[in-house]
């Protein structure tokens, strides 16, 4: 397996005096998933270490861009040179920064620029690696044509007259990995990294498969690629992985899978973090933790109060968010164990009450009205008080001023009987004695939902009775939603845990940034990250970060650690649960990316102990 050593990654100093290194990937200025926290967090920690001598490439789309990215007109260093010399060659080339922390050199490559040399690169590609490509699938051409812009780039950077230093090109993910056969095909001079955060094939045959993992040995990749219509993108992938001098993964489970679906061992592992920098809040993550919460209590009590109330002091907040993959990112067992917990809180008398957010992106037609008007009845009844509040204080202070008998009078009497009037109207047209819905969005695919299906299949419903509430967000938190006016990093802070217990996740960003946040989280064994906090983290698992272990277990005893967990969690004090969230935010440097680089030194050392042919 993959070399994780830490003492041996420890150890590593790579020459940057005498090297320049370029980062590929597709979410360069183009934010589309997770590699794009993966390589924007990554920023500062690289210019750190390599300054000027660092530079990112990724592909030109305008409408992403234009948000991200600054050109510059100082072309003085050999990434500029090369810039100015793949434009005389005719190519639409933007050499800039980044706006982001660290402020990298950027170069973004338009692919629609040489679509119409489609025919060539797709035709070397066959001829050359036996890689077919459909004529109508509109990101491979994408995909092809920036690979041979990116090819021309590094190409143009390796001449003797534009820099006479090592050149180290580091490709994330099979978007741009093309360029990778024909950089060996034509002995390029320079040094090739190739990291698969997730094998392509992986992901659909673990959404496929209840028993992935031990299918894993006897999968015949080729039969399954054509069989999900995806052999060009997998042998695109499987190209860049032979091909590169080093080839990398970022958690040994993810290693596990490029054995066999990939024919490759990872020669090393490069775990994801963040550059925690961003997310601390000092002594403040108390305070900022309890002024978002009461801000998901005003969503709570519309939704929740015009049917029946409950203690909001007695409420705990817990949550799941991701790519909706109902089986990989554990939304099944999420829900299984939820509905045990309901039960067991029940029969235990426990009068708390848990609010379970399911926040993921599915296709909706519109925002439940009935949810909007709660909200907005909400708001009406807050400014009713806000004035009959107002209106009590003059008169309550006149009263006091001038009072003979110190006694508190009657605070109804100084109320005006058209706000009496407006207080009662808006308040029994507010009222219901219809269930609050577990869904707050009319869904498109409402009848086959498989969230849905499993709320009311068990009677996970809302009911009165029940000590777990659900709140099924199918569209992605942010400050301009109408049900929550806040982004995700705000929710995130507001909650007491994230909850992802999934099956398949080659690393795992959501419970990462849960800890950046000082909020507890649930992982498990199959993903990169829970691996990681297992093998590297050893006795600090217990502290907020739990791992459910699913590897070779049943659903069933995933389902039962999970609630076992949530049930221990609810009985928790508020002292308990303050002292856990300081506990996870103390935890959270080991992810920093200060720390995690070293993994991405040994890789480079590596590849510059490769012969370049």
Not at 129 to 154: C, M, S
Not at 197 to 204: E, F, K, Q, S
Not at 552 to 572: C, K, T
């Given at each position: 397996?993959?070399?994780?050593?830490?003492?041996?990654?420890?150890?590593?100093?790579?020459?940057?005096?005498?090297?320049?290194?370029?980062?590929?990937?597709?979410?360069?200025?183009?934010?589309?998933?997770?590699?794009?926290?993966?390589?924007?967090?990554?920023?500062?920690?690289?210019?750190?270490?390599?300054?000027?001598?660092?530079?990112?490439?990724?592909?030109?789309?305008?409408?992403?861009?234009?948000?991200?990215?600054?050109?510059?007109?100082?072309?003085?260093?050999?990434?500029?040179?090369?810039?100015?010399?793949?434009?005389?060659?005719?190519?639409?080339?933007?050499?800039?920064?980044?706006?982001?922390?660290?402020?990298?050199?950027?170069?973004?490559?338009?692919?629609?620029?040489?679509?119409?040399?489609?025919?060539?690169?797709?035709?070397?590609?066959?001829?050359?690696?036996?890689?077919?490509?459909?004529?109508?699938?509109?990101?491979?051409?994408?995909?092809?044509?920036?690979?041979?812009l990116a090819?021309?780039?590094?190409?143009?950077?390796?001449?003797?007259?534009?820099?006479?230093?090592n050149?180290?090109?580091?490709?994330?993910?099979?978007?741009v990995?093309?360029?990778?056969?024909?950089?060996?095909?034509?002995?390029?001079?320079?040094?090739i990294?190739?990291?698969?955060?997730?094998?392509?094939?992986?992901?659909?045959?673990?959404?496929?498969?209840?028993?992935?993992?031990?299918?894993?040995?006897s999968?015949?990749?080729?039969?399954?690629?054509i069989?999900?219509?995806?052999?060009?993108?997998?042998?695109?992938?499987?190209?860049?992985?032979?091909?590169?001098?080093i080839?990398?993964?970022?958690?040994?489970?993810?290693?596990?899978?490029?054995?066999?679906?990939?024919?490759?061992?990872?020669?090393?592992?490069?775990?994801?973090?963040?550059?925690?920098?961003?997310?601390?809040?000092?002594?403040?993550?108390?305070?900022?933790?309890?002024?978002?919460?009461?801000?998901?209590?005003?969503?709570?009590?519309?939704?929740?109060?015009?049917?029946?109330?409950?203690?909001?002091?007695?409420?705990?907040y817990?949550?799941?968010?991701?790519?909706?993959?109902?089986?990989?990112?554990?939304?099944?067992?999420?829900?299984?164990?939820?509905?045990?917990?309901?039960?067991?809180?029940?029969?235990?008398?426990?009068?708390?009450?848990?609010?379970?957010?399911f926040?993921?992106?599915?296709?909706?037609?519109?925002?439940?009205?009935?949810?909007?008007?709660?909200?907005?009845?909400?708001?009406?009844?807050?400014?009713?008080?806000?004035?009959?509040?107002?209106?009590?204080?003059?008169?309550?202070?006149?009263?006091?001023?001038s009072?003979?008998?110190f006694?508190?009078?009657?605070?109804?009497?100084?109320?005006?009987?058209?706000?009496?009037?407006?207080?009662?109207?808006?308040?029994?047209?507010?009222?219901?004695?219809?269930?609050?819905?577990?869904?707050?969005?009319?869904?498109?695919?409402?009848?086959?939902?498989?969230?849905?299906?499993f709320?009311?299949?068990?009677?996970?419903?809302?009911?009165?009775?029940?000590?777990?509430?659900?709140?099924?967000h199918?569209?992605?938190?942010?400050?301009?939603?109408?049900?929550?006016?806040?982004?995700?990093?705000?929710?995130?802070?507001?909650c007491?845990?994230?909850?992802?217990?999934?099956?398949?996740?080659?690393?795992?960003?959501?419970?990462?940034?849960?800890?950046?946040?000082?909020?507890?989280?649930?992982?498990?064994?199959?993903?990169?990250?829970?691996?990681?906090?297992?093998?590297?983290?050893?006795?600090?698992?217990?502290?907020?970060?739990?791992?459910?272990?699913?590897?070779?277990?049943?659903?069933?005893?995933a389902?039962?650690?999970?609630?076992?967990?949530?049930?221990?969690?609810?009985?928790?004090?508020?002292?308990?649960?303050?002292?856990?969230?300081?506990?996870?935010?103390?935890?959270?440097?080991?992810?920093?990316?200060?720390?995690?680089?070293?993994?991405?030194?040994?890789?480079?050392?590596?590849?510059?102990?490769?012969?370049?042919?």
């Amino acid at each position: 397996m993959a070399e994780t050593s830490n003492n041996n990654a420890n150890a590593v100093k790579v020459n940057t005096s005498n090297s320049l290194l370029t980062e590929l990937a597709w979410e360069v200025c183009n934010q589309v998933g997770g590699i794009y926290t993966v390589i924007r967090s990554k920023v500062p920690s690289m210019i750190q270490t390599w300054g000027d001598c660092y530079c990112l490439i990724g592909p030109y789309f305008h409408h992403n861009a234009q948000a991200e990215f600054e050109p510059t007109d100082d072309y003085s260093g050999p990434f500029g040179q090369a810039v100015l010399k793949m434009r005389n060659m005719g190519f639409e080339v933007h050499y800039g920064h980044w706006l982001v922390t660290g402020n990298p050199l950027v170069v973004l490559l338009n692919p629609y620029s040489v679509y119409d040399r489609l025919g060539e690169i797709k035709y070397n590609l066959w001829h050359h690696h036996h890689i077919p490509t459909p004529g109508h699938d509109d990101l491979l051409n994408q995909v092809e044509a920036f690979g041979f812009l990116a090819k021309t780039f590094l190409q143009q950077l390796v001449q003797p007259d534009v820099t006479d230093k090592n050149v180290i090109a580091h490709f994330h993910e099979w978007m741009v990995g093309p360029a990778i056969p024909e950089l060996r095909r034509e002995r390029t001079n320079l040094r090739i990294i190739f990291t698969t955060h997730a094998t392509l094939l992986g992901r659909y045959l673990a959404m496929n498969d209840p028993s992935f993992y031990d299918n894993l040995t006897s999968v015949n990749w080729l039969q399954e690629a054509i069989h999900f219509n995806i052999e060009t993108a997998v042998k695109l992938e499987r190209a860049a992985a032979h091909g590169a001098h080093i080839f990398s993964t970022v958690s040994d489970v993810t290693a596990r899978e490029c054995m066999f679906l990939l024919e490759r061992i990872p020669d090393v592992i490069l775990p994801n973090g963040l550059n925690i920098q961003r997310f601390i809040a000092l002594h403040e993550h108390q305070n900022l933790h309890q002024k978002y919460k009461d801000k998901i209590h005003q969503f709570v009590m519309a939704h929740f109060f015009q049917s029946y109330p409950f203690d909001l002091d007695q409420t705990l907040y817990f949550f799941t968010s991701g790519r909706y993959e109902y089986r990989n990112k554990g939304f099944d067992v999420t829900l299984e164990a939820l509905a045990r917990l309901n039960y067991r809180m029940q029969q235990a008398g426990i009068k708390k009450t848990v609010v379970m957010f399911f926040i993921t992106k599915q296709p909706y037609h519109s925002v439940h009205p009935g949810v909007l008007q709660s909200r907005v009845m909400m708001e009406e009844i807050r400014e009713t008080c806000v004035a009959i509040q107002k209106e009590i204080g003059k008169k309550l202070f006149y009263a006091a001023a001038s009072s003979t008998d110190f006694k508190l009078p009657s605070l109804r009497e100084f109320v005006d009987d058209y706000w009496q009037l407006r207080y009662r109207r808006t308040l029994q047209s507010w009222k219901t004695h219809n269930l609050p819905s577990v869904v707050t969005h009319n869904l498109i695919n409402d009848s086959t939902d498989e969230i849905l299906h499993f709320l009311r299949s068990s009677n996970l419903v809302n009911n009165a009775h029940d000590r777990v509430k659900i709140v099924y967000h199918p569209d992605f938190v942010s400050v301009t939603n109408p049900l929550f006016a806040m982004d995700y990093g705000q929710f995130v802070r507001g909650c007491h845990m994230g909850v992802f217990p999934s099956y398949y996740e080659p690393w795992g960003y959501t419970p990462l940034e849960c800890i950046a946040r000082g909020v507890p989280a649930v992982t498990s064994d199959l993903s990169g990250f829970g691996d990681y906090v297992m093998g590297k983290m050893e006795g600090k698992a217990g502290k907020g970060i739990f791992v459910v272990k699913r590897r070779n277990r049943s659903f069933d005893d995933a389902a039962n650690q999970l609630a076992d967990y949530l049930f221990e969690y609810v009985q928790y004090s508020q002292r308990d649960r303050i002292a856990l969230r300081n506990q996870v935010e103390s935890s959270s440097e080991e992810f920093d990316w200060k720390n995690l680089t070293r993994y991405y030194n040994k890789a480079y050392q590596l590849a510059m102990e490769k012969p370049v042919y």
